[in-house]
């Protein structure tokens, strides 16, 4: 499906829906279309990934459950060929484990079906508006050989790039701001995410994971974010 909407003019926000259910898909291009989104609507994982090849969209709601592909699979597909664009993923699997995949995978955030018109909207909202520098951040942001660019929306460490998703960016250098600090997962969800987020913050903990993974880059020592359990995250000063 070509993409559609009455706002197309007024908007930027492009969604692509990727859900081989008539039903549901026919409600979601009806209900984000009478939001203001530009919407398109993909039945497979091949035809997602055609079509995010030719016209990256801003974000994608993926279902996991394609006739075609795995959902998890399209995702990672998907976060080759759009490296920018936001993956949510719809799923109608409840075990712990398939979440973890799937944001593993590359998908930024995820709904377990079924949803609430008003959850999936508020999510839509938190993830497409446009970045907040973090309060109290100066152009660049130093702590130790890490260096958080904020103006460029770069990262460095020891002089070497490393490549950061959007909202894992917004993630360090909120934490950057703040280095020898705890940051509470609240003040993160809602800084970082959006004030009125609602629903689990379990991708805050795979965002914190990957991050991880990308800035110790498989040092043995400890890493540069520490958790307190129950309360945030701290970047370490030294």
Request: hydrophobic share 40%; net charge negative; glycine share 8%.
């Amino acid at each position: 499906m070509p993409w559609r909407g009455f706002y197309a003019k007024a908007v930027s926000e492009r969604i692509l829906i990727v859900e081989d259910d008539a039903t549901i898909g026919s409600g979601l291009v009806t209900a984000l279309e009478g939001n203001g989104y530009v919407v398109g609507w993909a039945t497979s994982g091949a035809d997602a990934l055609g079509r995010c090849h030719a016209d990256t969209p801003d974000l994608v709601l993926l279902d996991l459950g394609l006739p075609d592909l795995d959902g998890t699979e399209v995702c990672r597909r998907l976060r080759r060929a759009a490296p920018d664009a936001t993956i949510v993923m719809l799923t109608a699997r409840r075990d712990e484990i398939d979440v973890i995949l799937a944001l593993e995978a590359g998908a930024d955030d995820y709904l377990t079906k079924p949803f609430r018109l008003a959850e999936l909207l508020a999510r839509l909202r938190a993830h497409l508006r446009r970045p907040r520098p973090a309060a109290n951040t100066s152009d660049q942001l130093q702590v130790g050989d890490l260096l958080v660019d904020v103006a460029a929306r770069r990262v460095t460490v020891g002089g070497k790039e490393v490549d950061l998703r959007p909202k894992e960016f917004d993630l360090l250098a909120l934490l950057a701001a703040e280095a020898g600090r705890v940051v509470t997962r609240e003040r993160i969800m809602s800084d970082v995410w959006d004030e009125h987020w609602f629903g689990s913050t379990k991708t805050l903990d795979t965002h914190v994971s990957a991050l991880r993974r990308k800035l110790d880059n498989g040092s043995d020592g400890p890493s540069r974010i520490t958790t307190l359990r129950g309360v945030g995250y701290r970047l370490e000063s030294e």
